[in-house]
C-alpha cells in the first residue's frame, strides 16, 4: 500500500499549531524565511505553497479521483497508463485524439508530460485532480 495521503483539514492542523508556537504567522514567517502573506494564504487553502507544507513535514501530491470507485484516488502514474492503454486499443494515436475530441498534437503533449491531463479525464473515468499531502521521508 502507498503513503497515507493527508486532506487539507490536516494541513491546516499541523501548519496553525506550528504558527502558534512561533508566537503568530509573522514570527511563522520569518523563522522559516517565508513571505507572511504566503503562510496566511496556506493557512486558509487560497493557495498552497510547497514552501509552506515542507516547513510541517508535509508534500503536497495530486491525485485524480476514479468515478467509478468511489473515495479512490488515482496516482499520476494510473492515469499515464490508463491513457497509454487507451491509445493502444485505438490503434493510432490519431483514432485516439479523435475520440478524446482532442488533436493529435494535444495527445502527443499529453502524453509526453507536456501539458496537463484535463482534456482527457473525462473520457478515461476520472475527476478533476486533487490536492493531498504526505508526509516526508
Known amino acids: 500500500?502507498?503513503?497515507?495521503l493527508l486532506k487539507p483539514i490536516d494541513l491546516c492542523?499541523?501548519?496553525n499549531v506550528a504558527i502558534r508556537m512561533a508566537g503568530g504567522v509573522p514570527?511563522?514567517?520569518r523563522?522559516?524565511?517565508l513571505k507572511a502573506q504566503v503562510v496566511r494564504d496556506t493557512q486558509n487553502l487560497k493557495s498552497i505553497s510547497a514552501d509552506v507544507t515542507k516547513t510541517v513535514g508535509l508534500v503536497p501530491v495530486l491525485r485524480y479521483p476514479v468515478r467509478?470507485?468511489?473515495g479512490r484516488l488515482a496516482t499520476v502514474g494510473e492515469v499515464q497508463e490508463k491513457l497509454n492503454n487507451f491509445v493502444a486499443q485505438h490503434e493510432t494515436q490519431r483514432a485516439a485524439a479523435i475520440v478524446l475530441g482532442?488533436?493529435?498534437?494535444?495527445?502527443?503533449?499529453?502524453q509526453n508530460a507536456r501539458r496537463g491531463f484535463t482534456?482527457?479525464?473525462s473520457a478515461l473515468g476520472f475527476g478533476l485532480p486533487v490536492t493531498r499531502f504526505v508526509a516526508m521521508p
Open 13 to 15: 492542523g499541523r501548519l
Open 27 to 29: 514570527q511563522f514567517a
Open 119 to 121: 482534456p482527457v479525464l
Open 102 to 110: 482532442i488533436s493529435e498534437g494535444s495527445l502527443s503533449n499529453i
Open 1 to 4: 500500500m502507498g503513503k497515507l
Open 31 to 33: 523563522l522559516h524565511g
Open 68 to 70: 467509478a470507485q468511489a
